[in-house]
């Protein structure tokens, strides 16, 4: 019976290129005997980290406060964002293709209680393939950058990062019909897109 759930549970509604089959963070937590729910959240976080950061091909994060490049799953402390965004690049891009960049929280207001999921910070269409090459963040914004801000006393927040190659002669069908970053649903906004090209994700929490 546990085998039987917890194969139900596995099935993935977030596509990554890598083909590993995520634990989808819309579903309901098993809760293992002896196991809390909030041990089940963190080790289903565990499993996601783990494919995301494990992706065949990252995206690169810099912010200007920051002497080099953030790392997959690197904790950044809160303090140090001042609303600007960071430089996105991706080598792979191909420089005559647009390209959709997506950063959401999946941990919105907190990773045990994720009921805003997805939080929406930043949504970029038609960023130019060589300008990503470059790590230039150009394109048309359909979410304007907002820093970290998870709540007091909320726990670790994961910031993700997904890149989407646009279809070429489409580039512009991709609209936002809302203006409210809580709960954004990331699988159907991106649901013509195929799967992300690149991926990457960074840690923040309010310590206060």
């Known amino acids: 019976m546990f085998q039987s759930n917890r ?3 596995m099935e993935c509604k977030l596509p990554f290129v890598v083909g590993v089959c995520l634990v989808t963070l819309t579903l309901f937590y098993l809760v293992i005997p002896g196991q809390s729910q909030e041990e089940e959240v963190l080790r289903d976080q565990s499993e996601i980290d783990s494919a995301v950061c494990n992706s065949a091909k990252q995206l ?4 200007d406060f920051m002497n080099g490049k953030i790392s997959c799953d690197q904790d950044v402390p809160l303090g140090l964002f001042h609303n600007r965004p960071p430089k996105v690049a991706f080598s792979y891009a191909d420089k005559n293709a647009n390209y959709l960049l997506a950063m959401v929280d999946p941990d919105a207001p907190s990773s045990a209680n ?3 999921k997805y939080w929406l910070h930043w949504l ?3 960023m130019k393939g060589s300008d990503l090459q470059e790590g230039k963040t150009t394109g048309n914004p359909l979410m304007d950058y907002a820093d970290p801000s998870p ?3 909320s726990g670790q927040h994961r910031y993700q990062f997904y ?3 646009l279809q070429k002669g489409h580039e512009q069908d991709v609209t936002l ?3 409210h970053r809580g709960k954004f649903d990331l699988q159907a906004f991106v ?3 195929g799967k992300p090209v690149a991926v990457t994700q960074f840690k923040t929490k309010n310590a206060k």
């Open 163 to 165: 890149l989407y190659q």
């Open 124 to 126: 970029v269409t038609q």
């Open 177 to 179: 019909t809302s203006n």
């Open 191 to 193: 649901a013509n897109l």
């Open 114 to 116: 994720p009921t805003q």
């Open 7 to 9: 194969k139900n549970k």
């Open 151 to 153: 709540p007091a006393g």
């Open 60 to 63: 690169t994060l810099q912010y």
